[in-house]
C-alpha cells in the first residue's frame, strides 16, 4: 500500500513562556544581598542619567515623580505573575551573584582623604617572624631558607612545607634546614613552624618548663594518651602519683596549640539585617530595614523633555525613552524585591510563632514548599528571597534560611524540628558534668526519654554540626 506524503502548512496557537530582560533583572535582584543590593543601585544611578536619588534634606518631594497610590502593586502584576508559576532553577540552575568592589575611598572636599580612611596597617605573622629573622646571626643563605620557610607558615602557624623538599629546592642538606627551622620555632610566638600539634607543644613545653620536664616527657611519650585525657594510664605507666601528672596535664593545656592566631588579620564581617521582627504590646510587627538603601525617582526633567518632540531628534527621543523605561522597571523590580521579602517573613513568622514567642527549642519543621504553597509562589523563588537575607529578632539575628528546618517524629505523632533537636543536644552537654561528660549514646538514650526518637548516629552528626567535640575530648581531669 503507497503511503501518501505532502507538505502543507497550518496555524497552531502555542503557549510559550519567555523571559525579557526586564524579568531577569527582577529575578537577580530578588536574590542579591543587602550589600549587593546597595552596589546595584549605585551602578544603576551612574548609568542612567534618568533615574535620580530623593535626598533626605528634600522635604517637598514631587507627586508626579511617586507613584500614584496603589500603582506598584498594578506595576508589578507582569513580575508577580512570572515569579509566583515559573521555576527560576530553569533559567538560573547553577548562577551565582557574588560579592562587589567598591568604587574606592572617598576624599574631603579639599582632596584630602578623610580621616576613617588613614586605618593602621597590623603586622601580620609573615612580617613578625621576618623581623626576628633578619635579626639573627646566619649566613645569606641560611635566611633564603628561613624566609622560604616563614613564606610556608600558615595563618595558624604550622608549616605547611617538607624539609625534604625545601632541602631539594635549595641543594642543601636537609640537617641544614632543620636547624634554620629549630631557630624559626624558638621566635615569638614559640612553636610556630611546627609541622603537627605534638611538635608545637613539645616546643613549647621545653621552652616553658625546661628540657627534663614532666610535660616535655608526656608530650614526647605518652602523646596519644595525653589527647585522650588518660590521666590514670599515664599516672600507671610514667609510675607517678595522680595528683602530679594532673598538675603536667593541666600545664600542657595551657600552652597554645595554633601560636599564630595571635597575629592574624581576619577581617570581621558585620551583617545587617533586611528585616526586622519585634513585639509590640501582643502583636508581632515585620519592618523592613531601609537605612543605607537610596530612595529612586524619575528625574522630571527628562519626561518633560520626551513631550517636547519639535526639539529632538527620533534618535534622541528612541534614547530618552529607552532610559525611562528602563528607570521605571528598575524602580519597580526594587519595590518588587521588598514586597516578596515581607511576604516571605509574615509567612515564616506565621508559622513559627511558638519560636519567636518561646525560643529556638520551639522551632517547628518547615519546608521552601510550605512558604510557597502559603505565599502562593513557585519554592524557586522563595529559596532565592531566603538565601543570603538577615532577619533581626528580640532573640538574635538569623538567616531566613535557619527557619527552614527537616523534622524528626515523636512518640506521640507528632514531628520536631530537627534544629530544636540540636538545641537540646547543645543543653545537655552544656549541663553535664565535665569529668563526666554524656556520650553520643547517653544523649540519644535522655532524647528518647523526652519522646524524641533519635539514633546514636543521628546525635553524632548534629554534634559535630554544632563544632561540638566528642565526650572524650571534653573531658577535664582538673
Known sequence: MALD????????????????????????LLQLTRLELQQT????????????????????????????????????EEVDSFLDSVDLDAYFPDESFGGYQGSGARADEDGRPLYENTLRTEVNLTDHLMIQLSLENLSLEEKKIGTYLIGNIDENGYLTVGVEETAENFQHAPQEVEDVLKKIQLFDPTGVGARDLKECLSVQAREKFGLRSLEVRILDEYFDRFIKTDLLGVARAMKFEKTRVRAAFKNISSLDPKPGRQYSTAEVHYVVPDISVFKVGSEWVISLNEDGLPKLRINSYYRTLIKQKESLSKEEKEYIREKVNSAAWFVKSIYQRKRTIYRVMESILKNQIEFFEQGPGYLKPLTLRDIAEDIKMHESTVSRVTSGKYVHTPLGLFELKYFFTSSLSRRDGESVASESVKEKIKELIQGENPQKPLSDIEVARILKSQGINIARRTVTKYRESLGILPSNKRKKIF
Open 5 to 28: 506524503m505532502k507538505h502543507s502548512l497550518r496555524l497552531q496557537q502555542q503557549l510559550k513562556l519567555t523571559i525579557t530582560p526586564q524579568l531577569q533583572q527582577a529575578i537577580k
Open 41 to 76: 543601585i549605585k551602578n544603576e544611578l551612574e548609568q542612567n542619567p534618568v533615574l535620580e536619588e530623593i535626598l533626605e534634606e528634600e522635604e517637598d518631594v514631587r507627586k508626579e515623580d511617586l507613584p500614584a497610590e496603589g500603582q506598584e502593586e498594578e506595576d508589578s
